[in-house]
C-alpha cells in the first residue's frame, strides 16, 4: 500500500515545538539520550500521542491557532506500517469505507487525536519528578495497558 | 650479692635520696615509683656507677649534678651497703664510690672507692676493692642483672647476627665461658713453648721443619676461623637481608605491578566502554518500543479492531478479492495446480483447468481502485487489528531487565575501575622492580659468599688433617731424640689437657645453652599463659647459634621481633634475662627499668610474679602506668616501695607546689598505691580511665 500521506505535511501547534525539541532526538547539539529524549523523530512524539489519545479514550480534537511544520507526510514511508494504521484509525473512528481515499480527511482525524494526546504526554512527562522520560512513560505505557484491555 | 641500702649524692638528680631495698625473701620486690623524667634510669646508672665504675657509664656521659654551673666543683657520691653469702657465712660490706670534678672540664676524673667490711665491732677497709668488687658481682654479670625493658629488647630484635652476638656474649659471661676459652689458649700456648724447646734441643732438620710447619698451621688455622666466622655472619646477615626483601617484594607483588595494574585497568575501562555502548542500545530498544508496531497495535487497539471488522465484512461480501493473481499466474509457469491436479495444455481436462485459472486472473484484475486500495489495507493491516496476543509488555520487561542486567554490569565496572585506580595511585612506580632488585642483589652477594665460606672451611679443615699429621710425625720424630722424649711427654699432655678443656667448653657451651633455653620457655608461657594444647605460641627456644625463636602451632617458626606483639616481646627477653640469671646460679639482684612498658591485664602480672620468684632480689623501676593494673601481686611480693618525685614538673603533672625548683629527685614513703602532698598528680586521661574501669 503506497503512503496517502506522502503529499502532506504534519502540522503541530506552535506551542508545542519547544516540547518537541525537548523530547525528541535531535541529530544536530547535543548528544541524544534516549532516557531523556525517548523518541527518535517528531513524528514518533505525534504518533505516541495519537496512541495515548486513543488509548485514553480521548475525543479527537481540533485546533485553529498557529501551527508549525514538525515533519512531512513522506517520512511516514519509513515505517510502512504507520501510513496502514492511520487509515485504520480513520476507517475506525468514522466506520466509512470511503474514508481511504480522502488522505487530508485521515490525517485530520489522526491530527485530532494528537492535538488530544499531547497535552496528556506532557502531563505525564511532567509528573515523572526524579524518573527518566523513557521509564516513567514506558512505565506508563505499561499500566495502561494492563488496566485497560486494548 | 644482696644490696641493703643506697644513697646517692650529686649524681644527677639524686641528691641525698637514700634508698632501702627488700632483702625479705618471700617479699623480695623493690618497687621505686617514678613518673618518666624524675630519676629512674639515673639511679639505675648510678648503682651500675657504684659497683663497676665508669666503665658502667654510657659513653661522653656525666654524673655532674644538672644544676652545676660551668667552673663550679662536682661531689658526686654512691655509697651502698650490700651483703655477700658464701659457703653459708653472710657477710655484710659498704662500698662507697666518690668522684670530685670541675664541670666542664675536659677531661673525666676517675672515681675512688673505699670497701669496708662491716663487722660487730667496727667497719674494717678492706684494701684492693675492685678484685673484691669482682668476685661479689663480677662485672661481666654487669648487663644482665642491670637491665632496662627497651634495651633488653635487644636480644630479640635488630640484625640477626647482633641479636645472636649479644645472646652468645650474655650465655657466655654469665656461664664462665671466657675463662675456659682463655684456658683454651693457655694451654696451646704451653704446647707451642713445649714443641719450641724440643726443636732447640734438636739438630734434627725434618723435625725443625715439622715444627715451623706446625707453627704456621697454628697461626692460620685461627686466622681461617676468624674469617670463616665473618663469612658466617655476613651470610647470615644477607640471609637475613635477603628473606626481608623476598617479603617486601611479595607485599609489592600482592599490592600488585604497576604496569599490571594499568593494562587491567585498560581493559577495565575498554569494557566499561562497551557495556555503555549497550546501555545506549538497550535504551533505545526500549525507547524503539514506544513507537513501534507492536505498540500502535495495542494501544489503537479499540479503532483498530472496529476498521476490521469493517473489512472482514466487506471480504466476506466479496468487496475484497483474493489476492490470487500471482500465485495464479505462478502456477500458469508449472504443469500442475496447487490442488495437484495437472494444468497442462495438451490434456484436454489440463487445458479446461488452465483456462479457467486465465478467467479468474482477467477477474481480479478488474477490480476498481477503491476496491485495490481497500484490498491493500485488509491485507497490510491484518497484523494490526487481527486478534492475537499481547506482546508489548512482555517486549518492555525483556528490554528493561536487558538494560538493568547492562547498567549492573556497568556499575560493577565503574566499581572495579575506581578500585584500580586507587590501587595505582598507591603502587609506586618501581615497587615491585626495586623489591626485585634489592632481592637478587642479596642473593648474588650470597651466591657469592656461601661458596667462600665452603672454600674456607675446607681449608679448616685440610690445615685440621694437616696439623694431626704434622703432630703425630712430631711426635715420632722427637721420640726418637732422648731429650724429646722428655718434650714429648710434656706435650702429650698439654694437648691431652688441651682436648680436656675444649670438650668442656663445648660441653658446657651446648649444656648450658640448653638450661637457659628450657629456663626460658618455662617463664615466657607462664608470662603470657599461654596453654600447651590450643595458644598460638608453643614454645621459645635459643638455637646452637645463639638465636632466640618462638614456634608457634604446627612447629612454625616465628620471628620474635615480626610476629610477637609488644608485650610478649618484652615477656621474652625478661624470661630471658631471668633464665640467665638463674642458670648461672650466680645470687645478685635483678634490677629493672621500665620492664612493663606496653603489657596489660594478665601478662604484666604474670611478668612481675615469674621475676619474683625467679629472682633472689628483684629491684623495678616503674611508672605509675606500669603499675597501673598489678597493684595486687605487688601488696603480696612488694617488700619495700618508695616514690620519686621530679619538683620541675610542677604545676602541669604534680598537684601541688614542692616548694623548690631544685633539679633533684625528691622521695616519699608512699607505696605503690598512696600519694602525699609532693607525690600527688593531676590525673591524667590514662589515669582517668584506669580509675573508671577499677571503679
Not at chain 2, 542500545?281 to 476498521?307: W, Y
Request: charged share 30%.
Amino acid at each position: 500500500m503506497s503512503n496517502p500521506f506522502a503529499g502532506s505535511d504534519i502540522m503541530i501547534p506552535e506551542e508545542y515545538r519547544e516540547h518537541f525539541d525537548s523530547y525528541v532526538q535531535k541529530k544536530e547539539g547535543k548528544a541524544a539520550q534516549p532516557i531523556h529524549q525517548p523518541f527518535a523523530r517528531n513524528i514518533d512524539m505525534w504518533f505516541f500521542a495519537i496512541c495515548l489519545a486513543v488509548k485514553k479514550g480521548l475525543k479527537a480534537e481540533s485546533y485553529s491557532g498557529k501551527t508549525y511544520k514538525a515533519a512531512e507526510g513522506v517520512v511516514l514511508n519509513s515505517d510502512p506500517w504507520r501510513p496502514t494504521a492511520l487509515t485504520l484509525l480513520a476507517l475506525g473512528e468514522t466506520e466509512d469505507i470511503s474514508i481511504i481515499d480522502r488522505p487530508g480527511d485521515m490525517l485530520r482525524i489522526a491530527n485530532g487525536y494528537a492535538l488530544a494526546g499531547l497535552p496528556a504526554l506532557l502531563t505525564v512527562l511532567g509528573e515523572r519528578e526524579g524518573d527518566t522520560a523513557l521509564d516513567y512513560l514506558s512505565e506508563t505505557v505499561e499500566e495502561l495497558l494492563r488496566s485497560k484491555a486494548a | 650479692m644482696r644490696l641493703i641500702r643506697a644513697r646517692f649524692d650529686g649524681f644527677r638528680l639524686l641528691h641525698n635520696l637514700e634508698i632501702e631495698f627488700s632483702t625479705d625473701p618471700l617479699r623480695n620486690i623493690t618497687v621505686i615509683r617514678a613518673a618518666n623524667e624524675s630519676g629512674k634510669t639515673t639511679m639505675l646508672t648510678a648503682l651500675q656507677w657504684c659497683l663497676f665504675g665508669e666503665e658502667a657509664l654510657p659513653s661522653g656521659y656525666t654524673p655532674q649534678s644538672m644544676d652545676l654551673k660551668r667552673g663550679e666543683i662536682s661531689d658526686t657520691v654512691g655509697d651502698i651497703i650490700y651483703e655477700v653469702t658464701s659457703k653459708g657465712v653472710t657477710k655484710r660490706f659498704r662500698l662507697i664510690r666518690s668522684l670530685t670534678e670541675q664541670v666542664g672540664a675536659g677531661v673525666q676524673r676517675k672515681s675512688t672507692t673505699q670497701l669496708y667490711e662491716l663487722l660487730p665491732t667496727g667497719n674494717h677497709e678492706i684494701p684492693n676493692v675492685e678484685a673484691h668488687l669482682a668476685v661479689h658481682m663480677p662485672s661481666d654479670l654487669r648487663e644482665v642483672f642491670f637491665t632496662d625493658g627497651d634495651q633488653a629488647l635487644s636480644f630479640i630484635q635488630g640484625a640477626r647476627t647482633d641479636q645472636q652476638r649479644r645472646v652468645k656474649k650474655a650465655i657466655e659471661q654469665l656461664m664462665g665461658l671466657p675463662m675456659l676459652e682463655e684456658a683454651v689458649e693457655h694451654v696451646k700456648k704451653v704446647e707451642r713453648d713445649v714443641r719450641a724447646k724440643a726443636e732447640k734441643s734438636s739438630n734434627n732438620a725434618e723435625l725443625k721443619q715439622t715444627q715451623q710447619e706446625l707453627e704456621m698451621l697454628e697461626t692460620a688455622i685461627p686466622e681461617l676461623e676468624s674469617r670463616l666466622k665473618q663469612a658466617a655472619d655476613e651470610i647470615s646477615n644477607l640471609t637475613d637481608l635477603y628473606g626481608k626483601a623476598d617479603r617486601e617484594l611479595q607485599e609489592a607483588l600482592k599490592r600488585g605491578n604497576r604496569d599490571e595494574i594499568a593494562a587491567e585497568l585498560k581493559r577495565i575501562q575498554r569494557e566499561r566502554q562497551a557495556s555503555e555502548t549497550r546501555i545506549r542500545s538497550a535504551e533505545n530498544r526500549q525507547a524503539g518500543l514506544l513507537s513501534n508496531n507492536v505498540f500502535a497495535r495495542e494501544m489503537l487497539g479499540s479503532k483498530l479492531r472496529i476498521a476490521g471488522n469493517l473489512l472482514d465484512d466487506l471480504r466476506k461480501k466479496g468487496a475484497i478479492p483474493n489476492k490470487t493473481i500471482p500465485i495464479l499466474e505462478d502456477r500458469l509457469q508449472h504443469a500442475d495446480c496447487i490442488c495437484g491436479e495437472s494444468l497442462d495444455k495438451t490434456d484436454p481436462d489440463g487445458a479446461r483447468r488452465h483456462r479457467h485459472i486465465e478467467e479468474l486472473i482477467e477477474e481480479s484484475r478488474g477490480a476498481d481502485a477503491l476496491k485495490a486500495k481497500v484490498s491493500d489495507l485488509y491485507f497490510e493491516g491484518r497484523d494490526l487489528f487481527a486478534a492475537g496476543q499481547t506482546k508489548w509488555i512482555a517486549d518492555y520487561t525483556a528490554a528493561f531487565s536487558d538494560r538493568n542486567t547492562e547498567q549492573h554490569t556497568y556499575d560493577e565496572l565503574g566499581r572495579a575501575e575506581a578500585n584500580l585506580e586507587a590501587k595505582l595511585d598507591k603502587v609506586k612506580d618501581d615497587n615491585v622492580q626495586q623489591a626485585r632488585e634489592m632481592r637478587d642483589t642479596y642473593r648474588a652477594r650470597l651466591d657469592e659468599k656461601i661458596p667462600s665460606a665452603a672454600r674456607l672451611e675446607q681449608q679448616i679443615r685440610q690445615h685440621r688433617e694437616r696439623r694431626v699429621d704434622l703432630e703425630r710425625k712430631f711426635q715420632t720424630l722427637s721420640a726418637r731424640e732422648d731429650k724429646g722424649r722428655r718434650f714429648n711427654c710434656e706435650l702429650t699432655a698439654a694437648r691431652d689437657i688441651r682436648g680436656v678443656v675444649e670438650r668442656a667448653l663445648e660441653i658446657m657451651k651446648t649444656r648450658e645453652v640448653h638450661s637457659v633455653s628450657t629456663k626460658m620457655n618455662e617463664h615466657f608461657l607462664r608470662m603470657i599463659g599461654a596453654h600447651p594444647d590450643n595458644a598460638l605460641i608453643q614454645r621459645a627456644e635459643i638455637t646452637s647459634e645463639f638465636r632466640i625463636v618462638v614456634f608457634g602451632r604446627n612447629e612454625r617458626v616465628l620471628d620474635p621481633s615480626i610476629d610477637l606483639n609488644g608485650a610478649s616481646r618484652r615477656a621474652l627477653t625478661i624470661a630471658f634475662v631471668l633464665a640467665l640469671t638463674e642458670v648461672s646460679g650466680v645470687e645478685a639482684p635483678n634490677v629493672i627499668d621500665t620492664p612493663l612498658g606496653m603489657m596489660s591485664g594478665f601478662v604484666k602480672t604474670e611478668v612481675v610474679r615469674v621475676a619474683s620468684e625467679a629472682s633472689s632480689q628483684l629491684i623495678l623501676f616503674l611508672t605509675h602506668d606500669e603499675i597501673n593494673g598489678c597493684e595486687a601481686i605487688l601488696d603480696a611480693r612488694a617488700g619495700k616501695v618508695m616514690t620519686i618525685t621530679n619538683p620541675l614538673h610542677f604545676p602541669i603533672v604534680l598537684k601541688n607546689d614542692p616548694g623548690t625548683t631544685d633539679a633533684r629527685a625528691l622521695p616519699c614513703d608512699c607505696d605503690h598505691r598512696s600519694v602525699c602532698q609532693l607525690c600527688d598528680r593531676i590525673a591524667s586521661a590514662s589515669d582517668a580511665a584506669a580509675m573508671e574501669e577499677a571503679a
